[in-house]
């Protein structure tokens, strides 16, 4: 590991304020992602995810502590990133197609530069022949494949996705699993993914951040050694059951689980 990490998140906490009270969301957090790595954050609902990440992406400012990127301090929001969040958010009126350019008119770049980026983005994810469907045309899966496009046209260093499989069937969930990870070996970006499955976090990661109960912080930062690419038949694995086996431990030892 170098010295200067690409993401440095040193000593961060995030306490938000309410009409009962400030509320605790991070703990101290410090953690160190390398350029090109595919991390996972993985905890309890409301540890403070989302939160780290939207600190990561300039978007939330800590209370306490600070994030660099390449040794730069965020101050305000990051803007060579993408970010997938758990609904696609599509335009209704919007063509895919036009919903993946809609990041460069935002961008206030020209369009016309990005139409063959966007195409190859839409095949890439099985998507060819869908470019001028409506959302209301798609699937909830190609829906997202549309927002995870979008997020990617640009080609930002960054990728942030926020529980982008979440709302989608089990089945669906595989193959976004399988498109993400094919994606991310073609460009090798660096990824952080905010997740509630382990085995999922397991299947996608170089490491899976284990965070505690609110306020959240870093109870376990865990390699994940694992060839890639990795086919869905790899959770069928002793090595990666040692990994989900130890993940629900820790679990259970922090209170998130409990055994009947």
């Known amino acids: 590991m170098t010295d200067l990490p690409f993401i440095d998140i040193r000593a961060v906490a995030k306490t938000y304020e309410s009409d009962s009270g400030p509320v605790p969301a991070l703990s101290s957090i410090s953690l160190r992602i390398e350029r090109g790595e595919f991390v ?15 600190l990561v992406a300039g978007l939330a400012s800590p209370s306490q502590g600070e994030v660099r990127i390449a040794n730069k301090p965020v101050d305000k929001p990051y803007t060579d990133l993408g970010i997938v969040f758990q609904s696609a958010e599509l ?51 190609m829906r997202q494949r549309v927002a995870l496009c979008r997020a990617l046209v640009h080609d930002p260093e960054i990728l942030l996705m926020d529980e982008p499989f979440g709302a989608l069937d089990a089945m669906t969930r595989d193959q976004m699993n399988i498109d993400v990870q094919h994606m991310w070996l073609e460009k090798r970006k ?12 397991v299947f996608m990661s170089d490491r899976v951040i284990v965070m ?6 870093v109870v376990e930062d865990i390699p994940i050694d694992l060839p890639r690419p990795r086919p869905l038949e790899v959770r069928n694995t002793p090595a990666f059951n040692d990994y989900t086996g130890r993940i629900r431990k820790r679990f259970q030892e922090l209170g998130v689980f409990t055994n009947v």
């Open 212 to 217: 505690s109960k609110r306020p959240g912080s």
């Open 40 to 54: 996972s954050l993985l905890g309890p609902s409301g540890c403070g995810k989302t939160t780290l990440m939207m």
């Open 190 to 201: 660096t990824a952080i993914l905010v997740t509630h499955s382990i085995d999922e976090a």
């Open 91 to 141: 335009l209704d009126w919007r063509t895919a197609l036009q919903n993946v350019l809609l990041q460069m008119e935002i961008r206030k770049l020209r369009v016309g530069d990005y139409v063959d980026t966007a195409r190859g983005l839409l095949d890439s994810v099985g998507l060819s022949g869908f470019e001028d469907k409506y959302p209301d045309e798609l699937s909830g899966g």
